[in-house]
């Protein structure tokens, strides 16, 4: 079990632990961009200007509901195969979000003997599990990647589907 002392956790764990911190920051970057491409596939999925999708999506309080609101808009898309590549990736953005959620979310402490990075992901109420683990950077940054990677796929999805002439048919 590691030890951790005061000025072990927190803030000071991941200044410390430089890696993590940089992985931390390009975590948070990527899931600003597949936040941008939610409001690109609300754009496209509702046939309204981007800033109205904006407005709408940003007004939302968390991202389970922002999803929630494209996911609904999957009964309103009229061609089979748009629908299902539509609904196949507006339905992979959740469990990158429950990931996400881990290093986002998580108390983060640093081994006050080796120094290593662990994060503490909270318990719930009777939960005697150690939910203590230890986190390489590399495992926030693949994450960041996927995230990217699908906020890109989701961009080119609705690029896709205008460029082939089919956007009005599909979302009309």
């Known amino acids: 079990m590691p030890k951790f002392k ?6 000071p764990a991941i200044i410390q632990a430089g890696e993590h911190a940089m992985a931390l920051g390009a975590l948070s970057a990527a899931w600003g961009e597949l936040e ?30 922002r999803r929630d609101i494209l996911a609904g808009l999957a009964s309103t898309i009229k061609l089979s195969d748009v629908k299902s590549e539509y609904e196949a ?15 986002t979310h998580a108390s983060w402490l640093r081994d006050r003997d080796s120094g290593e990075i662990f994060i503490l992901n909270h318990k719930r109420p009777g939960d ?22 699908k906020a890109k796929e989701i961009v080119e999805f609705f690029v896709g589907v205008h460029a082939s ?8």
């Open 36 to 65: 941008y491409s939610l409001v690109v596939a609300l754009q496209f999925a509702a046939r309204i200007e981007f800033y109205k999708a904006e407005i709408i999506l940003f007004s939302l309080s968390n991202h389970r509901a």
């Open 128 to 149: 005697h599990q150690d939910r203590t683990r230890h986190v390489h950077a590399k495992e926030i940054l693949d994450l960041a990647v996927k995230i990217d990677t």
């Open 165 to 172: 002439g089919r956007s009005q048919e599909a979302f009309s």
């Open 89 to 103: 990736l507006i339905a992979s953005i959740g469990p990158l979000a429950t990931q996400r959620n881990v290093f």
């Open 6 to 11: 005061s000025g072990t956790q927190g803030a």
